[in-house]
Protein backbone atom coordinates (compact mmCIF):
# COMPACT_ATOMS: atom_id res chain seq x y z
CA UNK A 1 0.00 0.00 0.00
CA UNK A 2 1.40 3.77 -0.88
CA UNK A 3 1.95 5.96 1.72
CA UNK A 4 -0.09 8.21 0.26
CA UNK A 5 -3.12 5.68 0.56
CA UNK A 6 -2.47 4.62 3.82
CA UNK A 7 -2.45 8.61 4.73
CA UNK A 8 -5.78 9.07 3.23
CA UNK A 9 -7.20 5.76 4.71
CA UNK A 10 -5.60 7.36 8.32
CA UNK A 11 -7.23 10.69 7.68
CA UNK A 12 -11.06 9.58 6.68
CA UNK A 13 -10.27 7.28 9.88
CA UNK A 14 -9.95 10.48 12.26
CA UNK A 15 -12.75 12.02 10.72
CA UNK A 16 -15.17 9.67 11.04
CA UNK A 17 -13.82 9.29 14.72
CA UNK A 18 -14.45 12.94 15.18
CA UNK A 19 -17.94 13.19 14.02
CA UNK A 20 -18.87 10.31 16.00
CA UNK A 21 -16.61 11.32 19.65
CA UNK A 22 -18.69 15.18 19.22
CA UNK A 23 -22.10 13.67 18.06
CA UNK A 24 -23.95 14.29 21.88
CA UNK A 25 -26.33 11.64 21.24
CA UNK A 26 -23.48 8.70 21.60
CA UNK A 27 -22.37 9.84 24.57
CA UNK A 28 -26.22 10.24 25.90
CA UNK A 29 -27.04 6.93 24.68
CA UNK A 30 -23.57 5.42 26.17
CA UNK A 31 -24.48 7.05 29.66
CA UNK A 32 -28.19 5.93 29.79
CA UNK A 33 -27.02 1.88 28.94
CA UNK A 34 -24.39 2.95 31.50
CA UNK A 35 -26.83 4.06 34.34
CA UNK A 36 -29.18 1.23 32.81
CA UNK A 37 -26.74 -1.48 33.31
CA UNK A 38 -25.71 -0.74 36.92
CA UNK A 39 -29.92 -0.50 37.55
CA UNK A 40 -30.18 -3.81 36.30
CA UNK A 41 -27.13 -5.40 37.87
CA UNK A 42 -28.48 -4.31 41.17
CA UNK A 43 -31.95 -5.70 40.86
CA UNK A 44 -30.59 -8.74 39.75
CA UNK A 45 -27.76 -9.01 42.55
CA UNK A 46 -30.88 -8.36 45.12
CA UNK A 47 -32.48 -11.43 43.63
CA UNK A 48 -29.34 -13.59 43.89
CA UNK A 49 -29.37 -12.35 47.13
CA UNK A 50 -32.72 -13.71 48.65
CA UNK A 51 -32.12 -16.48 46.60
CA UNK A 52 -34.91 -15.96 43.65
CA UNK A 53 -32.33 -16.15 41.27
CA UNK A 54 -31.96 -20.05 41.90
CA UNK A 55 -27.89 -20.97 41.65
CA UNK A 56 -26.35 -18.79 39.22
CA UNK A 57 -22.59 -17.75 38.97
CA UNK A 58 -21.68 -14.79 39.52
CA UNK A 59 -21.40 -14.05 36.16
CA UNK A 60 -24.90 -14.95 35.30
CA UNK A 61 -25.79 -12.92 37.51
CA UNK A 62 -23.36 -9.81 36.73
CA UNK A 63 -24.24 -10.80 32.69
CA UNK A 64 -27.96 -11.30 33.14
CA UNK A 65 -28.90 -7.27 31.53
CA UNK A 66 -27.43 -8.44 28.52
CA UNK A 67 -30.47 -9.11 27.50
CA UNK A 68 -31.53 -5.43 27.87
CA UNK A 69 -27.96 -4.06 27.55
CA UNK A 70 -28.13 -5.23 23.98
CA UNK A 71 -30.88 -2.16 23.02
CA UNK A 72 -28.54 0.61 24.14
CA UNK A 73 -25.81 -0.66 21.20
CA UNK A 74 -28.52 -1.27 18.83
CA UNK A 75 -29.64 2.35 19.45
CA UNK A 76 -26.20 3.27 19.19
CA UNK A 77 -24.98 1.63 15.94
CA UNK A 78 -28.14 3.02 14.13
CA UNK A 79 -26.96 6.79 15.59
CA UNK A 80 -23.59 6.50 14.04
CA UNK A 81 -25.10 6.11 10.38
CA UNK A 82 -28.02 7.61 10.31
CA UNK A 83 -27.40 10.39 11.75
CA UNK A 84 -25.81 11.57 8.69
CA UNK A 85 -28.98 11.49 7.16
CA UNK A 86 -30.71 14.28 8.95
CA UNK A 87 -30.16 17.83 7.75
CA UNK A 88 -28.75 16.56 4.77
CA UNK A 89 -24.85 16.40 6.44
CA UNK A 90 -24.08 13.30 4.25
CA UNK A 91 -24.34 15.40 1.07
CA UNK A 92 -20.97 16.92 3.27
CA UNK A 93 -19.30 14.08 4.16
CA UNK A 94 -19.64 12.39 0.42
CA UNK A 95 -18.49 15.98 -0.85
CA UNK A 96 -15.38 15.86 1.33
CA UNK A 97 -14.85 12.22 0.87
CA UNK A 98 -16.19 11.20 -2.38
CA UNK A 99 -14.55 7.09 -1.91
CA UNK A 100 -18.52 5.85 -1.02
CA UNK A 101 -17.06 2.58 0.27
CA UNK A 102 -13.87 3.69 1.75
CA UNK A 103 -15.88 6.31 3.69
CA UNK A 104 -18.36 3.59 5.30
CA UNK A 105 -15.94 0.77 5.73
CA UNK A 106 -13.84 3.05 7.71
CA UNK A 107 -17.14 4.93 9.73
CA UNK A 108 -17.65 1.10 10.78
CA UNK A 109 -13.94 0.70 12.10
CA UNK A 110 -14.28 4.37 13.95
CA UNK A 111 -17.14 2.97 15.46
CA UNK A 112 -16.02 -0.69 16.63
CA UNK A 113 -12.80 1.10 17.97
CA UNK A 114 -15.45 3.49 20.13
CA UNK A 115 -17.56 0.55 20.96
CA UNK A 116 -15.46 -2.12 22.09
CA UNK A 117 -13.68 -0.39 25.15
CA UNK A 118 -16.95 1.38 26.42
CA UNK A 119 -18.95 -1.84 26.30
CA UNK A 120 -16.14 -3.96 27.62
CA UNK A 121 -16.66 -0.77 30.84
CA UNK A 122 -20.21 -1.51 30.71
CA UNK A 123 -20.08 -5.16 30.78
CA UNK A 124 -17.75 -5.58 33.67
CA UNK A 125 -19.07 -2.83 35.70
CA UNK A 126 -22.12 -5.08 35.90
CA UNK A 127 -20.04 -8.24 37.07
CA UNK A 128 -18.13 -6.08 39.12
CA UNK A 129 -21.06 -4.93 41.49
CA UNK A 130 -22.20 -8.62 41.23
CA UNK A 131 -19.21 -10.03 42.51
CA UNK A 132 -18.88 -7.20 44.84
CA UNK A 133 -22.16 -7.28 46.62
CA UNK A 134 -22.13 -11.39 46.17
CA UNK A 135 -18.02 -12.33 46.93
CA UNK A 136 -19.17 -13.71 50.46
CA UNK A 137 -22.29 -15.84 49.02
CA UNK A 138 -20.95 -17.60 46.08
CA UNK A 139 -17.90 -19.53 45.04
CA UNK A 140 -14.73 -17.20 43.55
CA UNK A 141 -14.62 -17.70 40.07
CA UNK A 142 -11.19 -17.96 38.35
CA UNK A 143 -9.65 -14.29 36.82
CA UNK A 144 -9.29 -16.22 33.36
CA UNK A 145 -12.95 -17.24 32.87
CA UNK A 146 -13.98 -13.44 34.23
CA UNK A 147 -11.73 -12.27 31.41
CA UNK A 148 -12.82 -15.01 28.54
CA UNK A 149 -16.77 -14.47 29.45
CA UNK A 150 -16.25 -10.29 29.30
CA UNK A 151 -14.14 -10.76 25.70
CA UNK A 152 -16.82 -12.55 24.54
CA UNK A 153 -19.75 -10.00 25.95
CA UNK A 154 -17.98 -7.07 24.66
CA UNK A 155 -17.68 -8.84 21.30
CA UNK A 156 -21.19 -9.35 21.02
CA UNK A 157 -21.88 -6.10 22.00
CA UNK A 158 -19.28 -4.62 19.41
CA UNK A 159 -21.00 -7.02 16.57
CA UNK A 160 -24.27 -5.95 17.41
CA UNK A 161 -23.46 -2.35 17.36
CA UNK A 162 -22.07 -2.93 13.62
CA UNK A 163 -24.66 -5.01 12.58
CA UNK A 164 -26.94 -2.33 14.00
CA UNK A 165 -24.77 0.37 12.00
CA UNK A 166 -25.10 -1.45 8.81
CA UNK A 167 -28.81 -1.69 8.91
CA UNK A 168 -29.11 1.90 9.51
CA UNK A 169 -26.89 2.58 6.37
CA UNK A 170 -29.64 0.41 4.48
CA UNK A 171 -32.53 1.90 5.72
CA UNK A 172 -30.63 5.87 6.34
CA UNK A 173 -33.88 6.76 9.01
CA UNK A 174 -33.59 5.93 12.34
CA UNK A 175 -36.96 5.39 13.54
CA UNK A 176 -37.41 2.50 10.21
CA UNK A 177 -34.05 1.15 12.03
CA UNK A 178 -35.02 1.23 15.55
CA UNK A 179 -38.29 -0.14 14.97
CA UNK A 180 -36.77 -3.13 12.78
CA UNK A 181 -34.14 -3.96 14.94
CA UNK A 182 -35.72 -3.41 18.62
CA UNK A 183 -38.55 -5.70 17.06
CA UNK A 184 -36.60 -8.29 16.07
CA UNK A 185 -34.24 -8.73 18.89
CA UNK A 186 -37.44 -8.00 21.56
CA UNK A 187 -40.46 -9.19 20.12
CA UNK A 188 -40.08 -11.24 16.68
CA UNK A 189 -37.46 -13.63 18.01
CA UNK A 190 -38.58 -14.60 21.24
CA UNK A 191 -41.85 -15.23 20.12
CA UNK A 192 -40.67 -17.24 17.97
CA UNK A 193 -38.72 -19.10 20.79
CA UNK A 194 -42.29 -19.71 22.63
CA UNK A 195 -45.01 -20.05 19.73
CA UNK A 196 -42.60 -22.09 17.13
CA UNK A 197 -40.64 -24.46 19.03
CA UNK A 198 -39.71 -26.98 16.17
CA UNK A 199 -37.48 -24.39 14.63
CA UNK A 200 -35.44 -23.47 17.58
CA UNK A 201 -32.63 -25.51 16.63
CA UNK A 202 -32.51 -23.35 13.60
CA UNK A 203 -32.59 -19.69 15.39
CA UNK A 204 -29.15 -21.03 16.91
CA UNK A 205 -27.86 -19.72 13.65
CA UNK A 206 -29.53 -16.45 13.62
CA UNK A 207 -27.48 -13.44 15.44
CA UNK A 208 -28.94 -12.43 18.77
CA UNK A 209 -28.82 -16.55 19.26
CA UNK A 210 -25.90 -17.19 17.97
CA UNK A 211 -24.33 -14.26 19.73
CA UNK A 212 -25.75 -15.50 23.41
CA UNK A 213 -22.97 -18.47 23.02
CA UNK A 214 -19.95 -15.89 23.04
CA UNK A 215 -20.77 -15.24 26.92
CA UNK A 216 -22.99 -17.28 28.33
CA UNK A 217 -22.71 -20.94 29.14
CA UNK A 218 -25.27 -23.15 27.63
CA UNK A 219 -26.71 -25.50 30.32
CA UNK A 220 -25.81 -29.31 29.29
CA UNK A 221 -29.15 -30.45 28.76
CA UNK A 222 -29.63 -28.79 25.77
CA UNK A 223 -29.51 -29.85 22.39
CA UNK A 224 -27.98 -28.58 19.02
CA UNK A 225 -25.95 -25.93 21.43
CA UNK A 226 -23.05 -23.95 20.34
CA UNK A 227 -19.53 -23.42 21.30
CA UNK A 228 -18.31 -19.33 22.20
CA UNK A 229 -16.31 -19.84 19.11
CA UNK A 230 -18.88 -20.88 17.10
CA UNK A 231 -21.09 -18.28 18.19
CA UNK A 232 -18.60 -15.71 17.60
CA UNK A 233 -18.20 -16.96 13.99
CA UNK A 234 -21.89 -16.94 13.17
CA UNK A 235 -22.65 -13.43 14.96
CA UNK A 236 -19.23 -12.18 12.98
CA UNK A 237 -20.78 -13.52 9.36
CA UNK A 238 -24.13 -12.05 10.01
CA UNK A 239 -22.39 -8.57 10.77
CA UNK A 240 -19.84 -9.08 7.66
CA UNK A 241 -23.05 -9.72 5.06
CA UNK A 242 -24.60 -6.31 6.32
CA UNK A 243 -21.68 -4.36 6.52
CA UNK A 244 -21.06 -5.84 2.81
CA UNK A 245 -24.81 -4.84 1.60
CA UNK A 246 -24.78 -1.49 3.35
CA UNK A 247 -21.48 -0.78 1.27
CA UNK A 248 -22.80 -2.13 -1.92
CA UNK A 249 -26.17 0.24 -1.62
CA UNK A 250 -24.25 3.29 -0.80
CA UNK A 251 -22.14 2.71 -3.48
CA UNK A 252 -24.89 2.35 -5.68
CA UNK A 253 -27.36 4.91 -4.51
CA UNK A 254 -27.73 8.17 -4.62
CA UNK A 255 -27.27 10.03 -1.07
Keep these: MSVSSSRKIMQILGAELDKLITLPLIWLTLMSTFILNLALAAAFTSAGLQGTAGTQSILNIGLASMGYLQAGFIILGILATC ?38 IIAASGVLYTFIMMRDTTVVIEIDTMIETLIGATGYLTLTTLLSAAIGALLRRTTPALVVLLGYYFIVSPLMRIFLPGIKKYLNYFPDTAGNYMYMRPSSDEINILTPIQGTGITMLWTLIFITLAIVFYCKRDA
Excluded: C, D, N
Excluded at 93 to 119: C, D, E, N, Y
Design 83 to 120: SEYTGGQIRTTLTTIPWRGLQLSTKHLALAMITFPVAF
